[in-house]
């Protein structure tokens, strides 16, 4: 966090570290979340902090989150909880009270209580309500029973991210009913983590509106790539392939961006009986009830028989030396029985969020 100029001073800014420090602790239960591969994960970064407190003064005690480094700068560490979504973090930690025990709170807490139920400002307050942490739940809670469905969805929202899972049910709801709000949703339930938030999100991967299940299937790869409901073939070092056959119509989507990804929903993906394809050096074409997936090299050709079906290809191309670049352009070009496209994960300002949730629900209201 950075003061401006004119408000910077050593005093100011060690008391706005001390009061991040109280305010946004990790809940040390948090940490139960992780699989085995983040917790190595998280051992070696906590070795490498103790490597590196020994020589940099900047560095973080074991139990804090925020620190002053000078008279406008403070370096904060992001909580459990907001590890998928920095920029809340941010804003609820902007909001947050300097002074915990100022009379005046309690004032300030019952006209956000009052906001929250007001479609025009629910997100604003939610938001500080969040920063005044759990003493908020119950106004929180208040907000779930709002015939409004934004001001559901920001209740329930704060309530996640204050690691209570009362709104849970009610973000999965508004997820299919509002598709404006299946990211922001997703990512909240799988920020909780929480075993009810997982059951949620397989759900959602099973709905027939491909963008609900894709932001679905994003968060819970987030949550943990290696649970094996999600259906994981890694293809060597070139991509992983994840097939989702309980969806209830077919697509497939590939990633160029991050994550070297190909999804596929639903069953019986296949490729055109006219199919006949050259990626770089490999040539895909059907004959009869199979299909030929041929490379030709300086050293000679190599074929690979097998069936119509889209994953099978797939790992004959992979077998045959495909990297993921071949892999995305056969993908792009092939015809199969289902739309193929590209994913990428949707974004949603909060201020464009606020904006087009004031009319949720009404007749013609852009939902979208």
């Known amino acids: 966090f950075v003061l401006r100029d004119d408000k910077g001073s050593a005093h100011v800014t060690n008391g706005l570290a001390r009061r991040i420090n109280t305010a946004h602790q990790d809940d040390p239960h948090s940490m139960a979340h992780l699989n085995?591969?983040?917790?190595?994960?998280?051992?070696?970064?906590?070795?490498?902090?103790?490597?590196?407190?020994?020589?940099?003064?900047a560095n973080f005690h074991?139990?804090?989150?925020?620190?002053?480094?000078?008279?406008?700068?403070?370096?904060?560490?992001?909580?459990?909880?907001?590890?998928?979504?920095?920029?809340?973090?941010?804003?609820?930690?902007?909001?947050?009270?300097?002074?915990?025990?100022?009379?005046?709170?309690?004032?300030?807490?019952?006209?956000?209580?009052?906001?929250?139920?007001?479609?025009?400002?629910?997100?604003?307050?939610?938001?500080?309500?969040?920063?005044?942490?759990?003493p908020s739940v119950g106004a929180l809670k208040l907000g779930l029973e709002n015939s409004h469905p934004f001001v559901r969805f920001a209740s329930a929202e704060a309530l996640t991210y204050l690691g209570n899972t009362a709104g849970v049910d009610t973000l999965a709801r508004l997820a299919i009913e509002h598709p404006i709000l299946a990211g922001p949703a997703t990512i909240a339930?799988?920020?909780?983590?929480?075993?009810?938030?997982?059951?949620?999100?397989?759900?959602?991967?099973?709905?027939?509106?491909?963008?609900?299940?894709?932001?679905?299937?994003?968060?819970?790869?987030?949550?943990?790539?290696?649970?094996?409901?999600?259906?994981?073939?890694?293809?060597?070092?070139?991509?992983?392939?994840?097939?989702?056959?309980?969806?209830?119509?077919?697509?497939?989507?590939?990633?160029?961006?991050?994550?070297?990804?190909?999804?596929?929903?639903?069953?019986?993906i296949l490729l055109s009986p006219e199919t006949r394809l050259i990626v770089k050096d490999h040539t895909i074409k059907m004959d009869a009830d199979k299909c030929i997936v041929?490379?030709?090299?300086?050293?000679?050709?190599?074929?690979?028989?097998?069936?119509?079906?889209?994953?099978?290809?797939?790992?004959?191309?992979?077998?045959l030396g495909a990297t993921y670049p071949d892999v995305v352009d056969f993908l792009r070009r092939v015809d199969l029985n289902c739309p193929v496209s590209n994913w990428m994960v949707p974004t949603v300002s909060i201020e464009s969020l606020a904006e087009v949730g004031k009319s949720l629900g009404q007749p013609g209201a852009a939902d979208r």
């Open 189 to 268: 339930l799988a920020s909780l983590g929480e075993s009810v938030c997982k059951d949620r999100l397989l759900d959602l991967v099973q709905s027939d509106q491909p963008a609900l299940r894709c932001a679905a299937f994003h968060a819970l790869s987030l949550l943990d790539d290696t649970d094996p409901q999600l259906g994981a073939i890694p293809f060597g070092d070139a991509f992983t392939m994840y097939r989702q056959p309980q969806a209830p119509n077919a697509s497939v989507y590939y990633t160029t961006s991050k994550r070297a990804q190909v999804i596929l929903f639903g069953r019986n």
């Open 62 to 134: 074991q139990n804090e989150m925020a620190k002053a480094v000078s008279k406008n700068v403070i370096n904060a560490r992001v909580p459990f909880i907001y590890r998928l979504n920095h920029e809340r973090y941010l804003l609820v930690a902007c909001k947050t009270p300097l002074v915990h025990d100022d009379p005046g709170l309690t004032t300030y807490k019952d006209r956000l209580a009052k906001m929250l139920l007001d479609p025009r400002d629910t997100m604003s307050a939610a938001i500080r309500l969040e920063a005044l942490g759990r």
């Open 36 to 57: 085995e591969q983040q917790k190595r994960i998280l051992v070696l970064d906590k070795l490498q902090s103790q490597i590196n407190h020994r020589h940099e003064s």
């Open 294 to 319: 041929t490379r030709i090299t300086i050293e000679g050709e190599r074929k690979i028989a097998c069936s119509h079906r889209l994953d099978e290809v797939l790992m004959a191309l992979t077998d």
